[in-house]
Nanobody, 126 residues
Framework: QLQLVESGGGSVQAGGSLRLSCAAS????????MAWFRQTPGKEREGVAV???????MYAGSVKDRLTISKDNVKNTLYLQINNLQPEDAAMYYC????????????????????WGQGTQVTVSS
């Protein structure tokens, strides 16, 4: 059973940067999509970035200039670098994963992901 544990959230001033981490364990397949989602109270969970086993990435259009998703295959850790944080970036950030057979298109739909972490909170002060 794949397990995901996020860390790195906190309170940051607008314009600052933050790097979130997601430690993964219990892989049962070799090909996964790993993604970051965020959610604020009363709103649907929003996919912001995804990376596949080969390093292909896709970002939500609203944040693609300020976010970078990456992974360290040795440490089995997924990262999300957020630069120039804005108040609208404040949210609970979740790491997610799905088994991805070769040829599957990258996706940021939360319903496509079956493994989730517990989330890490990001607060932005103006």
């Amino acid at each position: 059973q794949l397990q995901l544990v996020e860390s790195g959230g906190g309170s940051v001033q607008a314009g600052g940067s933050l790097r979130l981490s997601c430690a993964a364990s219990g892989y049962t397949h070799s090909n996964y999509f790993m993604a970051w989602f965020r959610q604020t109270p009363g709103k649907e969970r929003e996919g912001v970035a995804v990376i596949d086993t080969n390093g292909r990435t896709m970002y939500a259009g609203s944040v693609k200039d300020r976010l970078t998703i990456s992974k360290d295959n040795v440490k089995n850790t997924l990262y999300l670098q957020i630069n120039n944080l804005q108040p609208e970036d404040a949210a609970m950030y979740y790491c997610a994963a799905k088994y991805a057979p070769a040829g599957l298109l990258l996706t940021l739909l939360p319903t496509n992901y079956n493994y989730w972490g517990q989330g890490t909170q990001v607060t932005v002060s103006s």
